[in-house]
Nanobody, 126 residues
Framework: QVQVVESGGGLVHTGDSLRLSCTLSGHTFTPVALTWFRQTPGKERQFLATVNWSGTTSYEDSVKDRFTISGDTDSATAFLRMDNLKPEDTAVYYC????????????????????WGQGTNVTVSS
């Protein structure tokens, strides 16, 4: 059974840093992309950053100066380093796995992804 597990969330203060981890297990395929999203109550899931099979990364504009994605699809592990955290970064952070190279949606669209983790909570206090 394929499982995606996120970890590393917690309660931090404004200006602090966190490093989230994402691990895929139980799979028999090599993902084509590993991607981080976040979500707050009542809002749609927001794309943050992705790393694909070639190591290419891309970011949502509002976080690209503070967040760094790393990892690789061969090891099916991804990390999200978040610096200078702000209260508006408070959310549940999700890791998503794109299994196939057949692309129906853009990498920033949640519908592109085949597997999701349960999420890890990040709370930034002011």
């Amino acid at each position: 059974q394929v499982q995606v597990v996120e970890s590393g969330g917690g309660l931090v203060h404004t200006g602090d840093s966190l490093r989230l981890s994402c691990t895929l297990s139980g799979h028999t395929f090599t993902p084509v992309a590993l991607t981080w999203f976040r979500q707050t109550p009542g809002k749609e899931r927001q794309f943050l950053a992705t790393v694909n099979w070639s190591g290419t990364t891309s970011y949502e504009d509002s976080v690209k100066d503070r967040f760094t994605i790393s990892g690789d699809t061969d090891s099916a592990t991804a990390f999200l380093r978040m610096d200078n955290l702000k209260p508006e970064d408070t959310a549940v952070y999700y890791c998503a796995v794109d299994r196939t190279s057949v692309t129906f949606y853009s990498p920033s669209d949640p519908r592109e992804y085949d597997y999701w983790g349960q999420g890890t909570n990040v709370t930034v206090s002011s």
